[in-house]
């Protein structure tokens, strides 16, 4: 294990961030955990965990020991006639796994090609895209329980996965993922109600036209973060009451929804911003993407409180038209390496 002084984390975050790191060190095995540990116990640091750095919003300087995970390796656990259960390291790129899971014949992830990251964060915020999410092929999820002081595994049923949610979000910084297992299938089950992912997919409904279809949907909608520095969606798209969405949908009855259990509906927050005008729109340095209103951009040397700003623009401006309040998507850090909530707007 090696520890390295005032690490530059701009490479490590997708937004581009200048973030210093007083402490550094790279995880690529489960002693590296253990030894980083006793040395953040031991030099009274906080410990912040990164992963892909493709959804978390960095501070300029951080007084506290990064642990970048690393841990590679994908070891097949189980075997039956429908399905193959894979344990996968955290530092695994999330991408490379889904194109290798496709070329092994195993099926279930193809919907969630192109999202960027390590497997080790997709089940901190559930991730999901065209009509999956990832909790619906996790197993159970290996962590360092920084509570209990163990090493231990969560099984699906526990980790609470919903809309981008999931324990890990309700405890944020008590679990340290080392590994996730899936439980993959043989047989390709297409699911192609998202949007137009039908009409792509076309006569040629196959897994691996599937997940050409999302790559070519997503390289067509979002921008690369190395063009375009970003964290994705920047906000999570609100879900209302079904009371709150008639009234505003009575005034905007375009507004794109989704209907949920529960009596509520999830709303479209990219329209919600462009139609506040936002989209193609910066303030300073950091602006809305013009082809997708959702996905924030860094597009010179921003820093936390340059974004902060725009986005902080962004949701007073969608409250004011829509009496709606959006929630960030990506984890805010404060300079001691601790997660901290979201102010609420208004
Ligand atoms: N829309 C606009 N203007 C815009 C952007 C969107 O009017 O600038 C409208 C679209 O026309 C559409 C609706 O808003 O009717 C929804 O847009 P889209 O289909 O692009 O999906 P999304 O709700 O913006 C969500 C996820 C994405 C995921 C896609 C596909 C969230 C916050 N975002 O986006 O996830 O890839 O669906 O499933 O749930 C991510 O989390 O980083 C991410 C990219």
């Given amino acids: ?25 790279k995880i ?42 690393d841990i590679q390796g994908i070891e097949k656990c189980a075997e039956d006639d429908a399905s193959v259960t894979l344990k996968v390291g955290a530092g695994q790129v999330w991408h490379e796994f889904v194109l290798w899971s496709t070329e092994q014949k195993l099926y279930g992830l193809q919907n969630l090609a192109l999202i ?13 895209a065209y009509g ?28 609470q996965f919903a809309y981008r949610h999931s324990i890990f979000k309700d405890h944020p910084n008590r679990y340290i993922i080392t590994h996730v297992t899936f439980k993959l299938l043989k047989q ?5 109600n998202y949007g137009d992912l039908k009409a792509a997919v076309g006569d040629e409904q196959t897994a691996e036209n599937l997940q050409q279809q999302v790559i070519q949907i997503r390289q067509s909608k979002l ?4 063009e375009y520095p970003n964290v994705g969606s920047f906000f999570k798209n609100p879900v209302i009451s079904t009371q709150q969405f008639d009234q505003i949908a009575a005034q905007f009855p375009n507004l794109p929804h989704y209907p949920q259990p529960n009596a509520q509906v999830k709303i479209a927050a990219g329209w919600l911003i462009d139609q506040a005008g ?3 729109k910066q303030l300073g340095v950091v602006g809305m993407f013009h082809k997708q209103a959702l996905v924030l951009v860094n597009y010179a040397d921003a820093t936390l409180a340059d974004v902060q700003h725009t986005y902080r623009a962004v949701q007073q401006d969608v409250l004011s038209r829509f009496g709606i309040s959006l929630e960030p998507e990506p984890v805010l850090f ?10 609420p707007v208004g």
């Fill in 132 to 159: 999956v999410e990832v909790g619906e092929f996790i197993e159970s999820v290996q962590v360092y329980d920084r509570e209990c002081q163990q090493f231990s595994s969560i099984v699906a049923a526990d980790c």
């Fill in 188 to 192: 390709a089950a297409l699911k192609l």
């Fill in 1 to 25: 294990m090696h520890i390295h002084y005032n690490m530059q984390l701009k490479p490590f975050n997708t937004l581009n961030l200048d973030a210093t790191a007083s402490h550094y060190v």
């Fill in 223 to 226: 921008p690369n973060p190395a």
């Fill in 278 to 280: 936002w989209k193609g």
């Fill in 28 to 69: 690529e095995n489960i002693q590296d955990v253990q030894d980083a540990l006793a040395f953040a116990q031991k030099e009274q640091l906080n410990v912040l965990i990164l992963s892909g750095g493709s959804n978390m919003l960095l501070p300029e300087h951080i007084h506290a020991l990064v642990m970048h995970m």
């Fill in 334 to 343: 404060d300079e001691t390496g601790l997660i901290r909530a979201h102010q």
């Fill in 116 to 128: 960027p990251g390590l497997v080790g964060a997709s089940p901190v915020q559930n991730i999901g």
